[in-house]
């Protein structure tokens, strides 16, 4: 949102609720919140168009699919040039089976959440990423059960959003 529109209590309880469930129908919605249909719509689309809202997708269980293997993978590299990093980042964020790829702070400097049906997927996909170009180090951490997952923040309407200076 921008600085002059601020997320209120009601937007905030709007994106709860979609991120909660996405399949809510725009009636349940605005009844839930206490605003009728028209100007809870007017919402969903403002936070929609300000980025608030990126998508709405359904969650589905990996192991359903033949997913079952969910690997950590920590990689170091020797180069921090943008130019390395804008291949690095092309190259990586089109292989399907990664999830998540975070650039770190601290001892390592990225970081992917990888989801495989198998370990030999996992190799196959491995040689994949160190043949791309020059790593450092890679590490992979293997999930031996997955405790919690959710893709909600928490954003109750009593949170506040944080404030810049």
């Not at 980025?51 to 589905?60: C, M």
């Not at 943008?82 to 092309?90: D, G, I, N, R, Y």
């Amino acid at each position: 949102m921008t600085a002059d529109r601020a997320m209120d209590a009601i937007d905030r309880k709007i994106v709860a609720l979609l991120q909660e469930d996405a399949s809510l129908s725009l009636a349940q919605i605005a009844h839930r919140v206490g605003l009728s249909q028209s100007p809870c719509w007017k919402r969903i689309q403002r936070l929609e168009k300000a980025g608030v809202i990126l998508k709405r997708v359904a969650l589905v269980a990996p192991e359903s699919i033949g997913m079952g293997l969910t690997v950590f993978v920590s990689i170091e590299t020797g180069d921090h040039s943008s130019t390395w990093l804008a291949k690095f980042a092309q190259t990586v964020t089109a292989m399907p089976e990664v999830m998540e790829f975070h650039r770190m702070a601290g001892d390592i400097d990225y970081m992917l959440r990888v989801a495989v049906p198998d370990m030999q997927a996992y190799d196959a996909f491995y040689k994949k990423l160190i043949d791309t170009m020059p790593l450092k180090n890679v590490t992979s951490r293997f999930s031996m059960e997955r405790i919690k997952s959710t893709t909600a923040y928490p954003i109750g309407a009593d949170l506040k959003p944080s404030r810049k200076r």
